[in-house]
């Protein structure tokens, strides 16, 4: 299948060129839309619209290939005060396929959303999904993502968003199989008041890469947002995690927070970790950092003299950071099928479902 070059997750603005860590480059095939979405909801009704005019984390050439496909997204709406909609999106083996998403919470509303990128040993290729998000007026969206695609699968994970005065939106993640993830958000908190609150889970091992670019602009007055990734790398696994705080003028009395830890189980894995603040308005506050830790000899210790291999012990410490965000989904159902499925797997990247 003919690729092209495309550059994706683009910093804000290029401060690390010599350590090429401004973008990504990759090579893509051509992607096409799929019927391979399952979607459970009640009281909600879904329609299509044309693409919004959003910015999102994988960039301007994404959202051109995206829409290239895709040019109408799917789109829902519901009048119920707290609405749940679940959309489960097959990986099928050879594919190249693109789902877009865009949901809208009207003003007031809580509605969560729910996406499960799921494939089976088999599968391969690569899978798109673009979800663009509007949040209402004192609305609240919480958006809970799933991955589990499968170890030879290229996976785009791509979101953009706005928020009007006193909306909320958070964001859940747990980024546990592919041979590739690349990951992007932009979201714009226009109205005041607003917040944004993200916990991202990922576990990257053997050969897998991950590549992330997460920004969070801040229009309005008063705004909050915290980001917080935590995960493992072990084996030969690369990752590289951008985070951009962007205080625009007029954005006064807004505070924004971005951290990770990162777990490093192996001396071959590499990390990149780059939290960035852009700032021009004075009255605000930003915080960022990361930590960046090995497993600790002590614990490793304790675990075997319990009876526990140094292998499974390794292994449950990667786990850990991913059970603490799927303690943390307001969705229970889905917080436990989760929690069921990291408890049944043998190893990583295999389970005994």
């Known amino acids: 299948m003919e690729t092209k070059e495309y550059v994706i997750n683009p910093l804000p603005v290029k401060t690390w060129n010599h350590l090429r860590m401004n ?31 959003i910015d999102s984390g994988l960039g301007h050439e994404f959202d051109a290939l995206v829409t290239e496909a895709v040019p109408v997204f799917k789109a829902f709406e519901t009048d119920a005060d707290d609405a749940r909609i679940r959309a489960d999106i097959a990986v099928h083996a050879g ?4 789902t877009a998403l865009d949901i809208t919470a009207k003003d007031g509303q809580t509605l969560t959303f729910i996406t499960d990128l799921k494939g089976d040993k088999d599968a391969s290729g690569s899978v798109a999904l673009q979800v663009r998000l509007h949040a209402g007026k004192g609305s609240v969206i919480n958006l809970i ?13 791509d979101l953009a968003g706005e928020l009007a005065d006193d909306a909320s ?3 859940y993640q747990l980024f546990m199989e592919a041979d590739k993830t690349y990951g992007g958000l932009e979201l714009k908190l226009n109205g005041d008041r607003t917040s944004f609150i993200s916990r991202t889970g990922y576990a990257v091992a053997g ?7 997460y920004v969070v602009r801040f229009v309005g007055k008063k705004g909050m947002a915290q980001m917080k990734a935590m995960g493992s790398l072990s084996d030969r696994a690369r990752k590289l995690y951008r985070q951009t705080i962007d205080f625009i003028n007029g954005s006064a009395g807004s505070s924004g927070e971005e951290r990770e830890e990162v777990l490093m189980l192996d001396p071959d894995c590499v990390n990149g970790s780059i939290p960035l ?3 021009a308005e004075e009255n605000v506050e930003g915080e960022h950092g990361a930590t960046i830790g090995q497993a600790d000899d002590e614990m490793l210790f304790y675990m075997e003299a319990r ?3 140094k292998k ?17 989904i307001p969705d229970e159902e889905f917080s436990e099928e989760m929690a069921a499925y990291l408890k049944g797997k043998d190893e990583y990247g295999e389970s005994e479902e």
Request: contains cysteine.
């Open 145 to 157: 993502q799933a991955q589990r695609s499968g170890a030879k699968v290229t996976v785009f994970n």
């Open 23 to 53: 973008s990504a480059k990759v090579d893509i095939e051509a992607l096409a839309e799929k019927d391979n979405i399952d979607i459970t909801a009640q009281g909600v009704t879904q329609k299509s619209v044309n693409a919004s005019a």
């Open 207 to 213: 050969d897998e890469k991950m590549d992330m670019n």
């Open 277 to 279: 603040i852009l700032c």
């Open 312 to 328: 499974t012990a390794i292994r449950m410490l990667a786990r850990a950071k991913l059970d603490a965000v799927c303690a943390m």
């Open 307 to 309: 009876g526990i291999d």
């Open 169 to 171: 939106v958070n964001l």
């Open 95 to 98: 594919e190249a396929s693109v």
